[in-house]
């Protein structure tokens, strides 16, 4: 997810912010959903990879060009947008590939636990001062974590079978995430939220359309028809969490997103049956708790260095 400061030529409306940052982890729930059941219909991941970025361009375009012209999706950056793109692609595989071998409810539980990497990946690669409260947040994290990922199972046969294959998965993708959530904080130095989605997006569909001829299989209406809302849903997550930063803090609709887990415990039972295991009813509380320590967190220090800047 791209994280930005808000516009400050834009209005702020902090309820209008929190309903588009619920109304992106709907949809993002939602997407999930096509995700699995796209598979379930034998198309490869890296076709609905290339459908899912494909159909998104032309809504992200229209969005960047109504929010400041082609002009502000210029770059003097694009080493960067490229690298940020690569790691996006293999962070989105991941992410496709836990719900694909998971239940929804464990692999969004397992993504929610990307602010806590977060926290260590700036403080080793970015040099940032972290405290003991917030070492504190990402030990109890942690804990969760480990809880959802069931140490029982672990120390009886490791991870094994398609739930064993789906934990890793599902856990590089946070990992992946957190490690793009510090490359997008570079990038947002000098780009807005429009710029790095729009760049993303692009440049991903170089190795994606490379590599479709090798995967691309015929399709019947219902196959195209998933693929369709696969991007249309994506289209919708990425331009309501852009406008949600427009309209509020990050600090008040981050918290939203642990909405996510909510959804798709309600979409993992109404589309597929499927209930979330004991463990992850166990560790997503000690997830969450983490997650929305950190957030707070980082909104007091955002507003301690902004006291002493304009002291």
């Known amino acids: 997810m791209t994280a930005a400061t808000p516009s400050s030529a834009a209005p702020q409306n902090y309820l209008g912010g929190i309903a588009l940052r619920l109304l992106a982890m709907l949809s993002l729930s939602l997407m999930f959903v096509l995700v699995k059941l796209i598979a379930e219909t034998g198309v490869h991941v890296v076709e609905s990879l290339f459908w899912r970025q494909a159909v998104v361009i032309p809504f992200v375009f229209a969005w960047a060009v109504s929010h400041g012209g082609v002009a502000s999706l210029k770059t003097q950056r694009i080493g960067a947008h490229a690298r940020r793109a690569m790691m996006g692609l293999a962070g989105m595989c991941c992410n496709f590939g836990g719900m694909i071998f998971l239940p929804m409810a464990e692999a969004t539980t397992i993504n929610l636990s990307v602010p806590i990497f977060a926290v260590i990946f700036a403080a080793v690669l970015l040099g940032e001062r972290t405290g003991v409260q917030r070492w504190s947040a990402v030990i109890v994290g942690f804990i969760g974590v480990l809880v959802v990922l069931d140490p029982s199972t672990i120390f009886a046969g490791g991870f094994s079978?398609?739930?064993?294959?789906?934990?890793?998965?599902?856990?590089?993708?946070?990992?992946?995430?957190?490690?793009?959530?510090?490359?997008?904080?570079?990038?947002?130095?000098?780009?807005?939220?429009?710029?790095?989605?729009?760049?993303?997006?692009?440049?991903?569909?170089?190795?994606?359309?490379?590599?479709?001829?090798f995967f691309i299989t015929p399709h019947d209406s219902y196959e195209w028809l998933l693929l369709l809302g696969l991007g249309v849903s994506g289209a919708v997550v990425q331009m309501s969490l852009t406008g949600a930063l427009r309209l509020a803090p990050v600090a008040v609709v981050i918290p939203m997103d642990y909405s996510a887990l909510l959804w798709s415990i309600a979409c993992g039972w109404f589309f597929f049956g499927t209930f979330p295991a004991e463990t992850t009813w166990i560790g997503a509380p000690l997830i969450i708790a983490s997650g929305l320590f950190i957030a707070w967190r980082e909104h007091r220090l955002h507003i301690e260095r902004t006291k002493d800047i304009t002291a």
């Open 161 to 213: 079978g398609d739930h064993g294959i789906g934990t890793l998965i599902a856990l590089s993708g946070a990992i992946m995430t957190a490690l793009i959530t510090i490359a997008v904080r570079d990038l947002g130095r000098t780009e807005n939220s429009a710029t790095i989605v729009f760049w993303f997006s692009l440049l991903s569909m170089v190795p994606l359309g490379i590599a479709l001829p």
